[in-house]
């Protein structure tokens, strides 16, 4: 996947996006803990020192309504502050940790954000306004991650369907687009195409609903949908770049290398930390380094790849990404054809029974540097091997090999 950055543009309600300082708690003793070592030689190192809030400036209004309304001013030290007091005063008060997590969010300081909204959720799992914010965390804020994408999607999920319940179409569709936009990241186009046309029956031609449901069309080999829809996102500030960049790969599949090249070096103009130039080895070279990959896996690995070809693609061919249902995605990496290990082969699998395929191109985009590329065709290999000896995605992308 190509992710996106830049934090998405969805209006934060005055009570949906804000969000402890939580009480410190009391000192463990002997007493309280037996077995645990209270020596302050377990302890060698001092913890930082603190840096204090500053009193909450409430212009009249209590702590909690005063966190609120500098959230809304971008005012996010003052919004910490005060939602700390609120915290403070009432700490079993779920409204008082989303604010602080909101504002602690705003500001950078993601850890201490993750626990606020952990507590308010604690105290109340059906807590909208920090479901959304911690939906919002996970999924935008946060380095995208397979655990990272999972979170945001159940707490985008649990929200959407309270929303809903609630009667509240407009943060229903706040939901529905966190959940596209997680749902893109973990593969699962279709859902997040659902998600994404949920989210514009509510908020029409939104460039972020645009943007994910144009993703989710391209994951699903829906090419002319996505090129129209593309095509429609070229002038947008936020999705300019990227719209350039899949542009781009739809023309190269149709053979308009021109075309493409064209799109490829706007989208590294808008966007040069998004869009480094691609790690692309000549095919030769390519090939060597493959090869020198296989020779240096383990011995049981080689064996099971002994009669198994190897071989080198540019870019997945369209039968290939249309075998199954859901197709799949246009930018993977590799390939493994055939039944497992163990599992017989049939008529329909030709003469050759297994065989792996790495993608050249596809590889020198999902790099930064020749280092990394070499290590991706590794680890590339390794997802494969793992499909040859019966694992699914599920099951390597928990070992690391996604």
Do not use: W
């Amino acid at each position: 996947m190509l992710r996106r950055l830049g934090l998405l543009c969805f209006l934060c309600v005055a009570s949906a996006c804000h969000r402890e300082a939580p009480a410190e708690a009391p000192a463990k003793t002997a007493a309280n803990s037996p077995g645990l070592p209270t020596s302050p030689s377990h302890h060698p190192s001092r913890p930082p020192p603190v840096e204090p809030l500053a009193v909450c400036d409430g212009r009249g209004l209590d702590p909690l309504d005063a966190a609120r309304a500098a959230y809304d001013a971008r005012e996010y030290d003052r919004a910490l502050s005060c939602a700390a007091e609120a915290s403070a005063r009432a700490p079993d008060e779920p409204d008082a940790h989303s604010e602080r997590g909101a504002a602690l969010s705003a500001l950078g300081k993601f850890d201490e954000a993750k626990l606020a909204y952990a507590r308010a959720l604690a105290l109340d799992p059906e807590h909208l306004d920090s479901l959304l914010g911690a939906a919002h965390l996970y999924g935008v804020s946060l380095p995208s991650s397979r655990d990272n994408d999972e979170l945001a999607f159940v707490y985008a999920e649990r929200g959407r369907q309270l929303a809903r319940e609630a009667g509240d179409g407009e943060l229903a569709a706040q939901f529905a687009l966190l959940g596209a936009m997680a749902a893109n990241d973990l593969g699962e186009a279709q859902t997040a195409l659902d998600r994404s046309e949920e989210a514009a029956e509510e908020r029409g031609s939104d460039p972020d609903v645009a943007y994910e449901k144009a993703v989710a069309l391209f994951e699903l080999c829906r090419f002319k949908e996505a090129q129209e829809a593309f095509t429609r996102l070229l002038s947008d500030d936020e999705h300019g770049a990227h719209a350039h960049q899949h542009l781009a790969l739809l023309l190269e599949r149709d053979g308009k290398l021109a075309e493409a090249d064209a799109h490829f070096r706007k989208a590294r103009e808008l966007s040069p930390d998004d869009f480094p130039p691609p790690q692309l080895l000549p095919e030769k070279d390519f090939r060597r380094e493959v090869d020198r990959a296989i020779g240096g896996l383990p011995p049981d690995m080689r064996k099971d790849l002994g009669g198994v070809p190897v071989t080198v693609e540019d870019i997945p061919k369209p039968e290939d990404l249309l075998e199954g249902d859901p197709p799949l995605s246009p930018t993977i990496l590799g390939l493994f054809r055939g039944p497992p290990i163990g599992e017989p082969c049939t008529a329909e699998d030709g003469p050759v029974c297994r065989s792996v395929v790495v993608y050249r191109k596809n590889l020198a985009r999902a790099v930064t540097s020749r280092e990394e590329l070499l290590e991706q065709i590794r680890v590339t290999l390794l997802h494969e091997i793992g499909h040859l000896r019966g694992e699914d995605d599920l099951e390597l992308a928990a070992r690391g090999l996604e």
